[in-house]
């Protein structure tokens, strides 16, 4: 024991004859004192306690009163006689069950018998003590408690630096704590005293005592710290323990949280006095000490901290997790007690003032060639993650106002300012606009004032964010190109603001890295013209640096990344990726890329030094061709296998795009003839060698990158834990930007490779392709990522996994990783469906959906075949990639749109449901829709729907998928329903019908009794009676039918632009359509027929065919350019396609039964008249169509196979062709009642009557159709006889007759015998005549044209347009010449006119306004023919007879205008085309258009002067059109047009 209770040894052991010769009143001694009288031992006894010393006498004294009193002032003289107090408040007593409490035996009775005996018995003993020293008994027992805290502190065998206390010293504090606590509240003791006696021995105390009288409130910290007089000492001394308490914190001990606890009362004690605004005077001292103190411990632990992280401490050393444990003090839970947040605020203030400002020791120029190695993923992770808890506290905009403050106003530590940057752009959520507005704000000031600190400043800022990559920031060529590239630049203001900008560039210049010069000299500041030499300054000073650093612009690739601000790459690997994206870009548009273009031009050095070696190095090609059949998936060599086995030793036969490419560019004269022989020679010679040869040298080359693949696996392993862990998702962001460095390793990636602005992403879908080593990473990635996303799931819900999969894929969206992604996510889903396994389907639906978050931030993908090469958003890319087609793609879809819907309803709140929306495309919603829908009968009843708590996202994460139950548990969800109510979300029947015409019924996953029941059950039960606003048609079955067809006409126009197959006619985009739609079409439309009358006398309504017909016309762009007429040709084929499989009365009203009245024909005749006679050739329609509208074939009521199946036009079940009829019906098609016209006619009362009012109709309103049935009478006589039998006994209606005797007439004239009259009007027999002459093939038609006399000169004048007709047709389809050319037929009707003096002039003269015949032939040629009539008058420019000519008065204004038009022809190109098409390229055969615009021109100026002067009466029209064509012609004209007002002007003139 530490207390004697006498001055000699007093615990020896005694035996029992010595214990009884004790004087009684020891004998009677309390365990208290025992402990003290037992203090020391004898030799070889053991020290015994005051309780095991008289427990057995307590009982045995039987005392009275007055012996008791005399016992205890005997025992009080012996105690303060020989009382040492420094021991005694050392005493620990033992246990309370065995203790003899002395209160038992001293005043049990009395007011002080509970009150803690060991205290009761030392205050007595200090009072006693202090007034026998005569000083006062609280500062007494401050020094005594004071000494016996020390005593224990230094009791501890451990030698110092130490803080914490080992579990005997805690024991002994607390029975001393227990003392002071009791000498404190009797008030007999002194906290100043007992400070001042402390600090005399600070070196000796330990920081746990000093925190344990804190938390026993015997002397607050504060206290403590105020009591000492010099602050520099105070600082120095807790500055030192606080840093062995952080080691101690962190280190593995029993104790770890008593150290926390300690640090967290310390720091909040320090928060709270140096950053408390209204500080407590309640102190002893200056309250701007304390403050003073606390802020100068707080600086000195940050500063020691920051020092260590710039020596570089080593992870695990006890530095590292002393700073670790600092810098965990800033976590907000920490300040969790201090009631004001004000003080925590301001002290994060403080700290990160400190740290921008910590040893300002670089300069800007240091700063502009360092920055790129403090990106986020380089700063070490605990600086890092110190700044993620300082923003934490602090809002954004407070964030970025501070950091501006400070910049502002002091010297700063550019390393750790433009970390701090980095790490602000990665972690908060909105610091791309935040940092934005603040580089603005920046180059606005700076221009204003010329503030080069602003400018550098804003610089600096920039160039950091954009290093973190396309997520967190543009790319620095695109922020520079939008902050000065335009004239709305902040440097457009003035001249001044132009030098300004040039100078501080030019400063920059020797510091500044390559790539920032070849940014700011290829993206140029934009500069008004007169201040060009600031530029061109500038640019000769960034040129002659970069010469310096031997990089050259001329040097850069086509294709360079110029946001990187990484090293320059070499020429040669730049130039490998550069061949690469030029074949890529040849492959989608077929055309030299323009970069290669110019760089044959104006990069010549490059060109030939380095792209060209790389395009023509020696290869060992594929054997595997590019074939472009349709369904054919197999483009270069196919995934999952091996390019090595794929060898072969020759080019070949058909040339890839490689081949392709350098081909074209020797056609164009790029390639220099030494080089690509060279080339072709080495490539015999290394086709010579053994694959395995090639095959070795080709392994070899990756193995300088197996290391950065190795890095990135490890970084990839390490994300799970923080996924799965949620202690570990501060680390995430850290983990991330950890895989974003070794990604840009592994794939040589810049340090910004984001500049997506103007450069969307070119895929191909039919030939997704990339290289072995990105196909490697890619799927690192994605296999990373699904396994990520199943762990975390197994642990947490989507909704509670934290944003790592939303960082993961912002990392992947590079700008030269996102092509491979792409390309590699088309191979899984398009190719390789369905060998995916559940958790591959999962995992990339998820990705799907973060894609779609992302949308905003990514390029449009631009798709080639078989879809449209279009810009579509990154979302809509997978409606493209999962078809429904099949039986194993309907199936990949439905389990897709499962999980990514499921994934998006569980990963996002209801309050952010919006972003949900935006995460999946409407396409995959439709989709699952669809499939849903067909798949399962039970969805298309009501819904019964689940229980809310029910996630849909549960059973995708069992080990075994039931995806049926998986999407039957999603349809039944409250959530989807709400999601199917937004607009653009709900299926229609448009989009049903377009899915379902992409189903193959041949490998459907229905029967087809199945699938014509779920039509039927969609079409009548589901989205007839469904009202329009949610897609239906309101049970409306013409809209039903008219929305049919507008689908089906878009799908099969769709389908074949898809096509690039060289016979585009009978491929069809390599898949075929569901041809069970049509016959819906049919059905309906069979129902449509057989509906109720119209009520009264009112008006009918048009066909519905008609009116989709004429809308979808109108909406397609009008022109004669080449495009356009391909465009409206094909439309007008799907529209013709479509009325051959529909009943005749679509095409031929049917007339009521007790009228008189002809069939409606209106909206046909509008047609043919307005569209189909422009497609029309030599005056007729094709025989189907005719054939269609008399109705003389049976018609099928099965869809014409090649509307979905071969072609986008007629197929075997009705098919006909420009040259003649086509086969007959298919009989498996089907058959429906025939409708046509004479059966139309037949349901009148007077059948004849009605057949010969339409026809007669024909004659004025559509003359075409008369003239295609005298083409075709030999075709449609007999049918038209046998089914005008079935109807009628009567003759063939006289109209009928009337077409055959017209074509019994034009036989006539080509026989022996004489010619009879003329049938019926000349125009028609001519066509008739016409018709016959073409197929007769004779050598010369002069003796029949001989036959013609007697019979009018109309039929000649007719006879004459419709040869022309021919001439100008057989300029169009040369293939429709017979054996006599199409010039002499015209030459020799020409002769025949000119000799009987026949006026032909007028047929070049024909107007819309012409009333009679005019109009009507008009409407037998088509537009674009009459266009050419020019052509046609010039080319028998030898036949003309000029004397009679001359004398027409219509002549010169006749040949004047045809000489115009055809100059504007050929100005057009016109011409041009005709003659190739013609002719086949051959420009000599009967002339080219430059010499028979020349010997036009050279007629009419020989011609002009002879005209007689009544030609010249409207030549004023002519004059001021000739103006700009042919000033010589126009000065013609206008000279005879004055010699014929003033004669006089050009007679002799009479000098007398």
């Not at 309906?1084 to 009264?1096: K, S, T, V, Y």
């Not at 080319?1435 to 027409?1448: I, K, N, P, R, V």
Request: with cysteine; aromatic share 8%.
């Amino acid at each position: 024991m530490g207390a004697r209770a006498c001055p000699r040894p007093m615990g020896r052991k005694r035996g029992p004859e010595s214990e009884r010769r004790r004087p009684w009143l020891v004998r009677d001694m309390s365990a208290s004192q025992a402990l003290g009288a037992a203090s020391d031992l004898g030799q070889g006894g053991c020290r015994r306690a005051w309780v095991e010393l008289l427990a057995g006498r307590v009982k045995r004294q039987k005392l009275g009163p007055e012996g008791e009193q005399k016992v205890r002032e005997s025992a009080v003289r012996l105690l303060r006689s020989h009382l040492n107090l420094g021991d005694l408040v050392l005493e620990v007593e033992g246990p309370p069950g065995k203790q003899l409490c002395l209160s038992r035996l001293i005043d049990y009775d009395g007011p002080g018998a509970h009150i803690d005996l060991s205290s009761s018995l030392i205050g007595s003993a200090l009072r006693d003590q202090a007034a026998q020293l005569g000083v006062p008994a609280a500062v007494l027992c401050s020094q005594v408690v004071a000494s016996g805290l020390v005593r224990v502190c230094e009791a501890d065998a451990v030698p110092p630096p130490k803080v914490l206390l080992t579990p005997d010293q805690r024991k002994k504090l607390s029975s001393l704590f227990e003392i002071a606590q009791n000498l404190l509240a009797q008030s007999m003791f002194s906290r100043l005293s007992f400070c001042q006696e402390l600090w005399k021995v600070q070196n000796s105390l330990l920081l746990e005592a000093v925190w344990r009288l804190h938390v026993q409130s015997i002397v607050s910290l504060q206290e403590l710290l105020e009591s000492h007089a010099d602050s520099q000492a105070v600082v120095a001394w807790l500055s030192r323990d606080l840093r062995l308490l952080c080691e101690q914190t962190e280190a593995p001990c029993k104790h770890a949280d008593v150290a926390r606890a300690m640090l967290a009362d310390f720091v909040q004690m320090l928060v709270s006095r140096g950053f408390q605004k209204n500080a407590d005077v309640r102190g002893t001292v200056d309250p701007e000490w304390m403050s003073q103190v606390a802020v100068a411990v707080l600086e000195r632990m940050l500063a020691s901290a920051l020092e260590a992280l710039a020596a570089g401490i080593q992870e695990g050393s006890a530095a590292h997790k002393a700073v670790s444990c600092w810098f965990g003090v800033f976590s907000g839970h920490m300040y969790g007690s201090i009631i004001s947040t004000e003080s925590p605020k301001r002290f994060f203030c403080h700290t990160l003032t400190q740290i921008l400002t910590h040893k300002p020791v670089l300069k800007v120029s240091d700063a502009v060639q360092m920055q790129r190695e403090w990106s986020f993923a380089r700063t070490p992770p605990l600086l890092s993650g110190l700044y993620r808890r300082l923003f934490v506290i602090l809002s954004p905009e407070e964030l970025v106002g501070h950091l501006q403050e400070v910049l502002e106003t002091q010297e700063v530590n550019w390393q750790h300012v433009l970390s701090c940057v980095s790490t602000l752009v990665i972690c908060l959520p909105d610091a791309q606009q935040l940092v934005n507005d603040w580089v603005s704000r920046l180059l606005t000031h700076a221009f204003e004032s010329c503030d080069l600190d602003s400018m550098v400043l804003a610089f600096l800022v920039a160039r950091q964010a954009a290093l973190e990559g396309p997520a967190a920031f543009p790319s620095y060529a695109a922020w520079f190109q939008a902050a000065f590239g335009s004239a709305r630049g902040f440097h457009g203001s003035s001249k001044k603001a132009l030098v300004f900008l040039f100078k501080f560039l030019s400063d920059l210049v020797p510091f500044e890295a390559p790539r920032y010069l070849q940014v700011h000299i290829l993206h140029p500041p934009l500069v008004p013209s007169k201040y060009r030499t600031l530029l061109t300054d500038y640019v000769a000073l960034a040129r002659t640096r970069l010469a310096d650093l031997k990089v050259s612009v001329e040097n850069m690739g086509l294709y360079e990344d110029l946001s990187s601000a990484g090293d320059v790459t070499e020429p040669r690997c730049q130039a490998a990726q550069d061949v690469e994206k030029a074949i890529m870009v040849f492959e989608h548009t077929g055309k030299i890329p323009a970069a290669v273009l110019e760089a044959s031009i104006f990069r010549r050095s490059y060109y030939l030094s380095h792209f060209l070696p790389a395009l023509l190095t020696p290869r060992v090609v594929s054997t595997r061709r590019r074939e472009r059949g349709a369904g054919s998936a197999e483009r270069g060599v196919p995934v999952g296998v091996s390019p090595k086995s794929c060898l072969s030793s020759q080019l070949p036969r058909v040339p890839d795009s490689r081949a392709a490419l350098i081909e074209s560019l020797r056609r164009a004269d790029k390639i220099p003839p030494s080089l690509y022989s060279t080339y072709r020679q080495a490539c015999s010679t290394v086709g010579e060698k053994k694959p395995e040869d090639a095959a070795s040298q080709r392994e070899v080359e990756p193995s300088c990158k197996e290391e950065p693949l190795g890095l990135l696996t490890t970084a990839l392993r390490e994300l799970r834990a923080s996924v799965t862990d949620p202690t570990q998702r501060d680390a995430l962001l850290a983990q991330m930007a950890v895989i974003s460095e070794q990604l840009r390793s592994a794939l040589g990636l810049g340090e910004d490779d984001s500049d997506f602005e103007g450069a969307p992403v070119q895929l191909s879908v039919r030939a997704p392709k990339l290289q072995p080593w990105e196909q490697r990473v890619v799927d690192l990635l994605l296999t990373s990522f699904c396994q990520n996303l199943m762990a975390a799931s197994s642990v947490a819900p989507p909704d509670r996994q934290g944003p790592w999969a939303a960082h993961f894929v912002r990392t992947l969206c590079r700008r030269r990783l996102l092509p491979a992604l792409l390309s590699r996510l088309c191979q899984l889903l398009h190719h390789q469906g369905p060998s995916l396994s559940a958790s591959h389907v999962v995992g990339l639906a998820a990705l799907a959906v973060h894609l779609g978050e992302s949308r905003s931030a990514l390029p449009e993908v631009h798709v080639g075949p078989p879809t449209p090469a279009r810009g579509l958003p990154v979302p809509e890319l997978f409606d493209i990639l999962l078809p429904c087609r099949t039986q194993e793609s309907s199936a990949l879809c439905l389990k897709f749109c499962t999980a990514a819907i499921s994934y998006s309803l569980c990963k996002f709140s209801p309050q952010s449901r919006d972003i949900s929306y935006s995460c999946l495309s409407p396409g995959l919603i439709k989709k699952f829709q669809f499939m849903v829908f067909r798949w399962f009968s039970e969805a298309r009843d009501p819904p019964s729907w689940e229980d809310p708590a029910s996630s849909p996202w549960r059973p995708l994460c069992l080990p075994s998928v039931d995806w049926q139950r998986a999407a039957l548990c999603l349809w039944k969800q409250r959530t989807l329903r709400e999601l199917l109510k937004q607009e653009g979300l709900h299926l229609t029947y448009r989009d049903w019908l377009q899915l379902e015409l992409e189903i193959q019924p041949e490998v459907d996953s229905l029967s087809d009794t199945e699938r014509q029941d779920f039509h039927q059950w969609a079409i009548h039960q589901h989205f007839l009676p469904a009202p329009s606003a949610t897609g239906g048609c309101d049970g409306d079955l013409e809209v039903a039918c008219a929305t049919l067809v507008d689908v089906l006409m878009d799908f099969c126009q769709s389908s074949r632009s898809y096509d690039h197959s060289e016979n585009s006619d009978l491929v069809l985009g390599g898949c075929t359509g569901n041809r069970d739609i049509f016959s819906r079409l049919q059905e309906m439309a069979a129902d449509l027929e057989q509906g109720p009358a119209p009520l009264g006398h009112a008006a009918p309504r048009g066909h519905f065919l008609f009116g989709v017909f004429c809308r979808r016309l109108q909406a397609l762009a009008r022109g004669w350019d080449v495009a356009s007429r391909l465009q409206r040709q094909q439309e007008l084929l799907m529209c013709k396609r479509i009325l051959l499989g529909l009943p005749p009365s679509v095409l031929v009203g049917s007339p009521r039964l007790e009228q008189l009245a002809a069939p409606d024909c209106d909206d046909f005749f509008h047609l043919v008249n307005s569209e189909l006679r422009n497609f029309s050739h030599d005056g007729a329609l094709t025989h189907d169509i005719t054939a269609h509208f008399f109705r003389v074939i049976s018609f099928p009521s099965a869809p014409p196979a090649s509307l979905l199946t071969q072609t986008p036009g007629l197929g075997p079940c009705v098919r006909g062709s420009s040259r003649g009829p086509g086969p007959r019906a298919n009989p498996a098609c089907g058959r429906v009642s025939p409708q046509g016209l004479l059966n139309a006619c037949s349901r009148s009362r007077d059948p004849s009557l009605a057949a010969d009012l339409t026809l007669t109709a024909c004659q004025t309103q559509c003359p075409l159709l008369l003239t295609s049935a005298l083409l075709w009478w030999p075709h449609l006589e007999p049918e038209l006889h046998r089914r005008w039998r079935r109807c009628s006994q009567s003759p063939l209606p006289a109209e009928l007759r009337r077409l055959q005797e017209a074509r019994h007439f034009a036989r006539s004239v080509l026989s022996p015998l004489a010619a009879p009259p003329t049938p019926g009007p000349a125009w028609l027999c001519a066509a008739a005549l016409h018709f016959v002459i073409r197929r007769a093939g004779k050598e010369s038609i002069r003796w029949e044209l001989g036959q013609l006399d007697g019979q009018g000169e109309e039929l000649l004048v007719f006879l004459f347009f419709f040869s022309l007709m021919g001439l100008l047709s057989s300029h169009l389809t040369p293939q429709a010449a017979g054996s006599l050319k199409p010039l002499d037929v015209c030459a020799e009707v020409l002769g025949c006119l000119q000799r009987k003096r026949v006026s032909w002039l007028p047929l070049f003269q024909l107007t819309e306004t012409d009333a009679g015949l005019g109009r009507t032939l008009l409407r037998l040629a088509p537009d674009h023919q009459v266009r050419l009539l020019p052509l046609a008058f010039y080319s028998l420019l030898s036949y003309f007879d000029e004397d009679a000519l001359l004398q027409e008065d219509a002549f010169l204004h006749v040949a004047v205008n045809m000489y115009l038009k055809l100059v504007g022809l050929f100005v057009a190109g016109e011409t041009g085309a005709v003659w190739t098409l013609a002719h086949g390229g051959d420009l000599q055969a009967q002339g080219d258009p430059v010499s028979l615009i020349t010997n036009a021109r050279l007629f009419l100026l020989q011609s002009i002067p002879r005209c007689p002067k009544r030609s010249f009466s409207d030549v004023a029209e002519l004059l001021g059109a000739s103006a700009d064509c042919d000033p010589e012609v126009r000065a013609a004209l206008l000279s005879r047009q004055q010699a014929v007002l003033d004669p006089d002007l050009y007679q002799a003139p009479r000098l007398f």
